[in-house]
């Protein structure tokens, strides 16, 4: 019994069902543990751009592009942190920013989301923060700044400024292309 190497849940013949869902949570729990023990996050540089026609943001001097990922056959964790700060900073122009993914996605399959903050320590922040694969090798951030309100994109101006000090970090999980 245990995840395949496409993680999906597989019994032995032999094997017993697990009589209560208590029972079979604890042995999923243990599968997994034993699965995934000893796996290490590789580090990668989550590029951060605008959609075009656009002008790229600068993160500025004391700014950082950081972010980690573990793979389990197709199955992609990706998480990131984009930190701007410090002279030089500009936050672009364009319809979009984008984010890029370590892994390219497969686009044949319904977009994954996953979760995002934008935030700073004294500065506005977004309510309702999502990122979805918007391309092959990028995901897209959106938010709405109401309850079950529509999904904008964040770009440049929108819902605010990005300014200086601001982070935006979150993680998604999606399918590789290969």
Do not use: H
Request: aromatic share 12%.
């Amino acid at each position: 019994m245990g995840l395949n190497s496409q993680g999906i849940w597989e019994y032995e013949e032999t094997e017993a069902i697990p009589a209560t869902f208590s029972a079979f949570l604890n042995r999923l729990s243990n599968s997994v543990t034993a699965k995934f023990a000893g796996t290490a996050f590789t580090p990668f540089t989550p590029t951060f751009t605008c959609a075009t026609p656009g002008i790229n943001p600068t993160l500025g001097t004391t700014g950082s592009a950081v972010g980690r990922y573990t793979r389990n056959g197709r199955l992609i964790t990706a998480y990131f942190q984009i930190s701007a700060g410090g002279t030089g900073f500009n936050q672009g122009t364009g319809a979009a920013y984008n984010i890029a993914l370590p892994v390219p996605a497969n686009l044949s399959i319904t977009p994954t989301a996953g979760v995002a903050r934008i935030y700073s320590g004294s500065g506005p922040a977004a309510l309702g923060v999502r990122v979805a694969v918007n391309g092959a090798g990028t995901l897209g951030i959106q938010f709405t700044n109401t309850f079950n309100g529509t999904l904008g994109n964040f770009a440049p101006g929108a819902p605010f400024a990005l300014t200086n000090a601001m982070i935006i970090d979150g993680y998604i999980t999606y399918e590789a292309a290969s």
